[in-house]
Structures are given as C-alpha cells and as structure tokens.
C-alpha cells in the first residue's frame, strides 16, 4: 500500500546552516506530495506542495522537488533560522483522499 | 470562522469515561478529516465525511470511536469507554472536496486518559 518514509530526527543545526530532510514514498499512480510544518504549540500548516514528477514546490526559502524516478520529495533550504524551529511532516494524499503522513522530523535551530 | 477550530483544547479522562470532541469547519468546505496523533509520531487518519455522509471509517480504531457530521457542518468524535492508549491528540481538517486538494487542520484536542 501507499507510504511514507521520512529521514528520522531531532536535528539540530547552527543558524544559516543548509538543511535537508529526506523523503521518499510509495504510491500506486502519480500523487501529489506535500510538506507539512507543526511549529510550537501550533496546528500542522501546509508548507508546501507538488501535484506532478519534476515539479518544485516552494515557500518561504524551502524547495522540495517531486523525483519520480527516485520516489523522493527531499526538503531542503539554503540558510536556517531560528524561527524554522519545528517538527516537518512528509505527506502523501491518496485516492481515497485521506492523507499519509511520514513519521515527522524534529528541527532545532541554534543561535 | 477564519480556519478549523476544535474544542475542547485539552481533555483530562479517567479510565472508562466517555469524551466527545468538536470540530467547527471552513464554512463552506465539503470534506472533513479526523486523524490522531500519538506523541512523537504523525497524524494518522482515522475517518472522512463528504457532506454528511461518512465516506471512510476504516481508521477507526475499534467500535469505541464514533463519529457523525449530521448536517454537513461541525462534526463530533466521540470515545466511549475511554483507554489509557486512546491518549493523543485529535486532530480535524477540512477541505473544499476536490481530489488531492489541500486539508487545513485545527490546532487539535489534547486528550489524557488517566
């Protein structure tokens, strides 16, 4: 069946430090993949989304590229903050439109 | 309301009680979600309405969970006979319906069996 496989965290990073998160899935057809973001205290927000292989979705300074070929949706960003302190959720909508969400990813960001 | 919100915040059962847990929608949006999210893990699905109809249960992890949505709008989870191992929290998302289209989850209910 359709999964989710997501890079095990907490990781912790010094401040303008390159991030990546790894993601790779399983899915029957071609889903579209997204990346959820549950900062302190708050809801889960959708950070951001790719309906199709080869897209690149995009927001505030993350990019996470669709690879069909890999089956990945790897999240990266080129300089950190403190503020991107949060737990990422790798997800995957299926035809039945329930969502999969990967395991989650803790980040801490250092001063 | 501007977004999904779930009441209440944070419940504290004892073992055996029965809780009920509310979520208010997007006005407007068709589809609605209820996942639950044990600590350290993500969310998992556990039943989805179109309207007022219950589309997929099959998340449910025993007949101790129910859910209805009876007009189509807010909607109430309810465990009976609660458990130590239903400790988690519960979330609820709406959608506009459309395939794939985007969930957006309410901060979530905080549920303690003790």
């Known amino acids: 069946g359709d999964s989710v496989t997501q890079m095990e965290g907490p990781v912790t990073l010094s401040e303008e430090a390159f991030l990546t998160i790894n993601c790779t899935y399983t899915?029957?057809?071609?889903?579209?993949l997204f990346w959820y973001v549950q900062y302190p205290g708050e809801g889960l927000q959708l950070l951001l989304k790719a309906t199709k292989a080869d897209d690149k979705g995009s927001n505030k300074g993350f990019e996470a590229t669709y690879r069909k070929e890999t089956t990945s949706f790897h999240l990266e960003k080129g300089s950190v903050q403190v503020s991107d302190s949060a737990v990422y959720f790798c997800?995957?909508?299926?035809?039945?439109?329930?969502?999969?969400f990967g395991s989650g990813t803790r980040l801490s960001i250092r001063p | 309301g501007a977004g999904v919100s779930q009441s209440p915040r944070y419940k504290v059962a004892k073992r055996g009680q029965d809780v009920a847990l509310r979520c208010d929608p997007i006005s407007g949006h068709v589809s609605l979600f209820w996942y639950q999210q044990a600590l350290g893990q993500g969310p998992e699905f556990l039943t989805y309405f179109q309207n007022e109809a219950q589309l997929d249960k099959s998340g449910l992890p025993s007949d101790r969970f129910f859910a209805e949505r009876p007009e189509g709008s807010v909607s109430t989870l309810k465990i009976q006979r609660t458990q130590q191992e239903d400790s988690a929290v519960y979330l609820c998302?709406?959608?506009?319906?459309?395939?794939?289209?985007?969930?957006?989850f309410g901060p979530g209910t905080r549920l303690l069996v003790l």
């Open positions: 998302a709406s959608s506009s319906g459309h395939l794939q289209e985007t969930q957006y």
């Open positions: 997800a995957l909508p299926t035809s039945a439109s329930k969502i999969i």
């Open positions: 899915a029957t057809g071609y889903p579209s």
